[in-house]
Nanobody, 124 residues
Framework: QVQLVESGGGLVQTGGSLRLSCAAS????????MVWFRQAPGKEREFVAG????????YYADSVKGRFTISRDNAKNTVYLQMNSLKPEDTAVYYC?????????????????WGQGTQVTVSS
């Protein structure tokens, strides 16, 4: 069974930073595309950032470009989302997701495996 375990959410003021972590099994980590989505109250789940299967390419939603960075630590089987210059509109539950194979898509229905979600709240 694939497990994705997220951590790192919390409450932060506008302009602050948070780092989210998503730990996976070694097999999942090496064989999957891994991405971050978020869902704000009353809104659809939206793509935030993703890493190609090789880890050599990154993809970002326009709303977070230049502020968020996705990265991976191969030794820890962990994907990170560093979030800087946070804004109130970044408030949402953030989810890590994975899909076996090499194709990265921006729609949430593409992904087979999901973490439990971690709340990020940015106060104004």
């Amino acid at each position: 069974q694939v497990q994705l375990v997220e951590s790192g959410g919390g409450l932060v003021q506008t302009g602050g930073s948070l780092r989210l972590s998503c730990a996976a099994s070694r097999r999942t980590f090496l064989s999957s595309v891994m991405v971050w989505f978020r869902q704000a109250p009353g809104k659809e789940r939206e793509f935030v950032a993703g890493l190609s299967w090789s880890g050599s390419s990154t993809y970002y939603a326009d709303s977070v470009k230049g502020r968020f960075t996705i990265s991976r630590d191969n030794a820890k089987n962990t994907v990170y989302l560093q979030m800087n210059s946070l804004k109130p509109e970044d408030t949402a539950v953030y989810y890590c997701a994975a899909k076996s194979g090499t194709s990265l898509q921006y729609g949430s229905s593409w992904y087979d495996y999901w973490g439990q979600g971690t709340q990020v709240t940015v106060s104004s």
